[in-house]
């Protein structure tokens, strides 16, 4: 109960600051940003297309993928794009309480890790699902087996439904180890693990094709991997992590 209202505080925080920000540039009491801002402020992060046609997955409608990429996805590129803008403003105002920009700050975080998972999720996609190459080894000799690996991945997806989350297969490159981490929101994550697989298990993601029944929808997901891309992910960590 403690953490739930301590979320809830702080996504209350981040709107508010957002929605004070918005009105304050708005009315003029907030210095604007820059004419040119640096790279972290700039608020131009463009959506990535998807890259299957998601009339053709199996088990996955086409109405709920477009429905998912266009106003969760899309819509969190939107708002990251709004945050940095809103965070040049209030870089510059001198007269920002902390309290305000540390919502600005917190929705930032919140919007970064949605945009990538997303774009990893959907990166995800398209393929038959059967999985092969340097990823299945290393999965099967970090788990004991690939099916071991698979058993815990569901688990965790499983844990998650009913409420939200993510379950993402990531590469540790400071352990230099595979592991399937529980996520709560867009910002949890183990500190420096790049992300393989995403699997997104707010009820946006399953709601509309399968009600209540998560294990169905995680069991279409699986069918629908695509594990050559999952196979790149892993290669460029790996290497990343050698050096």
Known sequence: MVDVSRRTAFQTLGAGALAMAATDAASGQVAAPPAESPPAFAGTH???PLRF???KLDGLSERLIRSHWENNYIGSVKTLNMVETRLAAALADADMPPVLYGGLKREELHRT?????HEIYFDGLGGDGQAAGSIRAALAKAWGSFET???DFRRTGLSLAGGSG???LAYNLHARSLRNHWAWDHM???AASVPILALDMYEHSFHMDYGTQAAKYIDAWFRNLDWEAADRRYARATAIGAT
Not at 113 to 117: F, K
């Open 113 to 117: 890790g949605s945009v990538i998972l």
């Open 46 to 48: 463009q959506p990535k």
């Open 53 to 55: 046609d998601p009339a």
């Open 166 to 168: 993510w379950v993402i």
């Open 188 to 190: 949890h994550g183990a």
């Open 149 to 151: 690996w698979a058993k």
